[in-house]
């Protein structure tokens, strides 16, 4: 409702279009050029918030300030510090008013001393918030806590002062039984503490487990390089990236991330790209190929000229991208808000009319308010502030031991509504790297020879491929031998020497050049692995067509299981990939997923989420790279893979540790089971005070029972909020 309002409120001025989040605290406003930015801000502060101007960027943030940590630390900090003072003050307070052989002469005075400051100080965001909600006509958990405990505070202090409760050797009996007496000789101070420490101690855990909203962003714009080799008069130099302009040539060497985006003026290499386009086959380029920044040089020295730097970079884009999808994601509002929204307003119209009806009924002034204050009081539950974050607390206590991260309590009404899951390719259903997966030797070939002489001689390249197809022949055969006369040819493959025998392997045109010609069935397995979307080489030895090899991204042998648990959950399972057709066809089939969509970039797949939203569906995602950081942000929830990137894992809701796919199907079933404590608890921290409001309309609330109905809601919460722990998948 705060969101909402002061969307509403920007929007009224000319010109304005406004998206107010209230998950990340931001708004995103387009306004006419004329508009002066600090007129929004007086906007907002009209409605009765606050809003400052984000930071101007900074040249080494890429045109981006990633968001700062500091804000949040220092809100969570003076929230520990009213928490701690609560409870230091608090606990004597309910010792004291629970234990009747501690309560010594003027201990009602040593109470209020001690409550004065929890009620004042400690619960003063609650009385602050309330006061904002009264003045808009909205009533929330706030409104409910500051009613309860200023009406508890208040008669206390009339009845010390004015009634009887003052008065040396007071005594509060322990008895639970319903019954009339004389109100103005009880206090309330212990419930009116009890409940500030109690919600305080919730807001905290519940702040606590929030994520920062920024933090996906500087993740990100980290993974760019930090420096750049620049050619300038002939000379190579070590320059901050910031110093980078369009035009510089610069050199990257092998291992190094390509400092921006440009284009190769000289030299060969591999480039892994797996970042960018989730394809896991790195890029051959040569001179006049384009680059981007902050993938990785995977082979030779290369020289590139920059095309595009600071927030025209293709990694800038992408963190616009990020931004864009969070600020868009609707925010989850409190469950507790909602409730506490319809009920605030029937507690209060409740406590008025037992005002009335008692002065109706000739009662007498000091018997209608005892009565009416009494229902205020026992309508503010202290079990509401530990509903969710006990739960949650629990929920992802357990969660951590079974390898899910679950990152707040907006995550979990998510999970309850998700009827789509989406799934990226490269590292989360398949391993992610290149694996040796055909291996056809020629006839009359023997299959270990094939590779013991293929391994040594790709054992000697740098290329990603000739890894996969040494380490598999490794795997196979044992221990490789050293190759001589080893030389690279760019762009085409290998050659040496093995045991006296020549080696060759590369494209089909490379082995023609040495006159060696595929047989028709080797020509043909070759076309049908390449149709399978695998990365394909052919071998030569000694002048014969040895065989062929091919290397793939290999699926995950839990991922088809996971896909049958995610169908069992009554989700519908859709492969999204910057992989081609073939390749995600032949993924989809395997693992059992019918819907397939392929060849896209990170934009593409922000659009692909918000398409699938458009139609009505709740979509998850499960994803692990860059690639994938908007797209887990656009979703409504986001599930990043342990293994992935770290802007992967900042931008999504869950993170599952391992590797294994069918931790999501966990997450998801563990997500709903803490929603649904959740639930329970909000629904047991109101129905004790429900049930006793009658009482205290009557006038019959003893103080005890009052208390007592306060610490039954309480233990029960807490009791079944440990009930997660046996959560078993």
Same mark, same amino acid.
């Given at each position: 409702?705060?969101?909402?309002?002061?969307?509403?409120?920007?929007?009224?001025? *000319?010109?304005?279009?406004?998206?107010?989040?209230?998950?990340?605290?931001?708004?995103?406003?387009?306004?006419?050029?004329?508009?002066?930015?600090?007129?929004?801000?007086?906007?907002?502060?009209?409605?009765?918030?606050?809003?400052?101007?984000? %930071?101007?960027?900074?040249?080494?943030?890429?045109?981006? *300030?990633?968001?700062?940590?500091?804000?949040?630390? %220092?809100?969570?900090?003076? +929230?520990?510090?009213?928490?701690?003072?609560?409870?230091?003050?608090?606990?004597?307070?309910? @010792?004291?008013?629970?234990?009747?052989?501690?309560?010594?002469?003027?201990?009602?005075?040593?109470?209020? #001393?001690?409550?004065?400051?929890?009620?004042?100080?400690?619960?003063?965001?609650?009385?602050?918030?309330?006061?904002?909600?009264?003045?808009?006509? !909205?009533? #929330?958990?706030?409104?409910?806590?500051?009613?309860?405990?200023?009406?508890?505070?208040?008669?206390?202090?009339?009845?010390?002062?004015?009634?009887?409760?003052?008065?040396?050797?007071?005594?509060?009996?322990?008895?639970?039984?319903? %019954?009339?007496?004389?109100?103005?000789?009880?206090?309330?101070?212990?419930?009116?503490?009890?409940?500030?420490?109690?919600?305080?101690?919730?807001?905290?855990?519940?702040?606590?487990?929030?994520? *920062?909203?920024?933090?996906?962003?500087?993740?990100?714009?980290?993974?760019?390089?930090?420096?750049?080799?620049?050619?300038?008069?002939?000379?190579?130099?070590?320059?901050?990236?910031?110093?980078?302009?369009?035009?510089?040539?610069?050199?990257?060497?092998?291992?190094?991330?390509?400092?921006?985006?440009?284009?190769?003026?000289?030299?060969?290499?591999?480039?892994?790209?797996?970042? =960018?386009?989730?394809?896991?086959?790195?890029?051959?380029?040569?001179?006049?190929?384009?680059?981007?920044?902050?993938?990785?040089?995977?082979?030779?020295?290369?020289?590139?000229?920059?095309?595009?730097?600071?927030?025209?970079?293709?990694?800038?884009?992408?963190?616009?991208?990020?931004?864009?999808?969070?600020?868009?994601?609707?925010?989850?509002?409190?469950?507790?808000?909602?409730?506490?929204?319809?009920?605030?307003?029937?507690? @209060?119209?409740?406590?008025?009319?037992?005002?009335?009806?008692?002065?109706?009924?000739?009662?007498?002034?000091?018997?209608?308010?005892?009565?009416?204050?009494?229902?205020?009081?026992?309508?503010?539950?202290?079990?509401?502030?530990?509903?969710?974050?006990?739960?949650?607390?629990?929920?992802?206590?357990?969660?951590?031991?079974?390898? =899910?991260?679950?990152?707040?309590?907006?995550?979990?009404?998510? #999970?309850?509504?998700?009827?789509? =899951?989406?799934?990226? &390719?490269?590292?989360?259903?398949?391993?992610?790297?290149?694996?040796?997966? *055909?291996?056809?030797?020629?006839?009359?070939?023997?299959?270990?020879?094939?590779?013991?002489? !293929?391994?040594?001689?790709?054992?000697?390249?740098?290329?990603? =491929?000739?890894?996969?197809? !040494?380490?598999?022949?490794?795997?196979?055969?044992?221990? +490789?031998?050293?190759?001589?006369?080893?030389?690279?040819?760019?762009?085409?493959?290998?050659?040496?020497?093995?045991?006296?025998?020549?080696?060759?392997?590369?494209?089909?045109?490379?082995?023609?050049?040495?006159?060696?010609?595929?047989?028709?069935?080797?020509?043909?397995?070759?076309?049908?692995?390449?149709?399978?979307?695998?990365?394909?080489?052919?071998?030569?030895?000694?002048?014969?067509?040895?065989?062929?090899?091919?290397?793939?991204? $290999?699926?995950?042998?839990?991922?088809?299981?996971?896909?049958?648990?995610?169908?069992?959950?009554?989700?519908?399972?859709?492969?999204?990939?910057?992989?081609?057709?073939?390749?995600?066809?032949?993924?989809?089939?395997?693992?059992?997923?019918?819907?397939?969509?392929?060849?896209?970039?990170?934009?593409?797949?922000?659009?692909?989420?918000?398409?699938?939203?458009?139609?009505?569906?709740?979509?998850?995602?499960?994803?692990?790279?860059?690639?994938?950081?908007?797209?887990?942000?656009?979703?409504?929830?986001?599930?990043?893979?342990?293994?992935?990137?770290?802007?992967?894992?900042?931008?999504?809701?869950?993170?599952?540790?391992?590797?294994?796919?069918?931790?999501?199907?966990?997450?998801?079933?563990?997500?709903?089971?803490?929603?649904?404590?959740? &639930?329970?608890?909000?629904?047991? $921290?109101?129905?004790?005070?429900?049930?006793?409001?009658?009482?205290?309309?009557?006038?019959?609330?003893?103080?005890?029972?009052?208390?007592? $109905?306060?610490?039954?809601?309480?233990?029960?919460?807490?009791?079944?909020? +440990?009930?997660?722990?046996?959560?078993?998948?």
């Amino acid at each position: 409702s705060c969101a909402n309002r002061i969307e509403r409120k920007l929007n009224k001025l *000319d010109g304005v279009q406004a998206e107010v989040n209230y998950a990340t605290e931001t708004a995103h406003v387009s306004a006419p050029s004329t508009m002066d930015p600090a007129d929004l801000v007086a906007q907002v502060e009209a409605t009765g918030y606050t809003a400052t101007l984000p %930071a101007p960027p900074q040249a080494h943030d890429h045109g981006f *300030d990633g968001g700062s940590p500091s804000s949040a630390d %220092a809100e969570l900090t003076a +929230l520990r510090h009213r928490l701690i003072g609560a409870v230091v003050l608090s606990v004597p307070v309910i @010792i004291l008013a629970m234990v009747p052989s501690w309560q010594f002469t003027y201990w009602q005075w040593a109470s209020l #001393t001690l409550a004065a400051p929890v009620v004042i100080w400690a619960g003063w965001p609650f009385h602050r918030a309330a006061w904002i909600n009264l003045r808009h006509g !909205a009533a #929330t958990m706030d409104t409910l806590v500051s009613v309860g405990t200023l009406a508890a505070f208040a008669w206390s202090l009339y009845a010390l002062f004015f009634g009887t409760a003052g008065e040396p050797g007071l005594r509060h009996p322990f008895s639970l039984s319903i %019954a009339r007496g004389d109100a103005t000789s009880h206090i309330y101070l212990e419930a009116a503490a009890g409940v500030i420490m109690f919600v305080l101690a919730g807001r905290y855990f519940e702040k606590r487990a929030k994520r *920062d909203a920024g933090a996906a962003l500087r993740a990100l714009l980290d993974l760019g390089a930090k420096d750049a080799t620049v050619i300038r008069g002939g000379v190579e130099q070590l320059v901050p990236i910031a110093d980078l302009h369009v035009g510089d040539e610069f050199v990257v060497r092998p291992g190094e991330k390509i400092a921006t985006d440009g284009v190769v003026v000289s030299g060969t290499s591999a480039v892994d790209e797996s970042m =960018i386009t989730g394809e896991s086959v790195p890029v051959e380029v040569a001179p006049d190929s384009p680059v981007t920044g902050a993938t990785v040089n995977a082979g030779g020295r290369l020289v590139v000229r920059a095309t595009r730097v600071g927030e025209a970079t293709t990694l800038a884009s992408m963190a616009r991208l990020v931004t864009a999808a969070q600020s868009g994601k609707a925010p989850v509002a409190r469950l507790a808000d909602r409730i506490a929204g319809v009920f605030v307003p029937i507690v @209060i119209a409740i406590a008025v009319a037992t005002l009335g009806v008692w002065l109706g009924s000739g009662a007498g002034a000091t018997a209608a308010f005892t009565a009416a204050v009494a229902v205020l009081i026992i309508a503010c539950p202290c079990a509401l502030g530990l509903a969710t974050p006990t739960a949650l607390l629990v929920g992802t206590g357990r969660g951590a031991q079974m390898g =899910i991260l679950i990152k707040g309590p907006e995550i979990l009404e998510s #999970t309850r509504r998700v009827d789509t =899951i989406v799934m990226d &390719k490269t590292g989360t259903v398949t391993t992610g790297k290149m694996t040796l997966v *055909d291996v056809e030797p020629a006839d009359g070939v023997d299959r270990a020879e094939l590779l013991r002489l !293929a391994g040594a001689v790709e054992n000697a390249s740098e290329h990603p =491929i000739a890894a996969a197809i !040494a380490r598999g022949a490794r795997e196979e055969v044992g221990e +490789l031998p050293t190759p001589e006369g080893f030389a690279n040819l760019a762009g085409s493959g290998v050659q040496g020497v093995v045991d006296g025998r020549a080696v060759v392997i590369g494209r089909p045109a490379l082995l023609s050049d040495w006159s060696i010609t595929l047989p028709e069935s080797l020509a043909a397995e070759f076309a049908a692995a390449q149709q399978r979307g695998h990365t394909v080489v052919a071998v030569g030895v000694d002048g014969q067509a040895a065989g062929i090899l091919g290397v793939a991204d $290999a699926v995950k042998p839990s991922s088809s299981q996971a896909v049958h648990e995610f169908t069992e959950l009554g989700l519908s399972p859709v492969l999204l990939t910057g992989d081609n057709e073939a390749v995600a066809r032949t993924v989809g089939q395997e693992v059992g997923v019918d819907e397939v969509i392929a060849d896209v970039m990170p934009a593409d797949k922000v659009a692909a989420i918000a398409k699938l939203q458009s139609r009505g569906k709740v979509v998850a995602m499960i994803g692990d790279g860059v690639n994938d950081a908007a797209a887990l942000a656009q979703a409504d929830l986001g599930m990043a893979m342990g293994a992935g990137t770290d802007v992967a894992i900042e931008a999504s809701d869950i993170t599952l540790v391992n590797d294994d796919l069918r931790g999501a199907a966990t997450a998801i079933r563990l997500s709903r089971a803490t929603l649904r404590t959740i &639930k329970t608890n909000l629904f047991w $921290a109101f129905a004790y005070n429900v049930a006793a409001i009658p009482l205290a309309a009557f006038g019959l609330l003893n103080p005890m029972l009052a208390g007592a $109905a306060m610490a039954f809601s309480s233990i029960f919460v807490v009791g079944n909020s +440990l009930r997660l722990r046996r959560f078993a998948g």
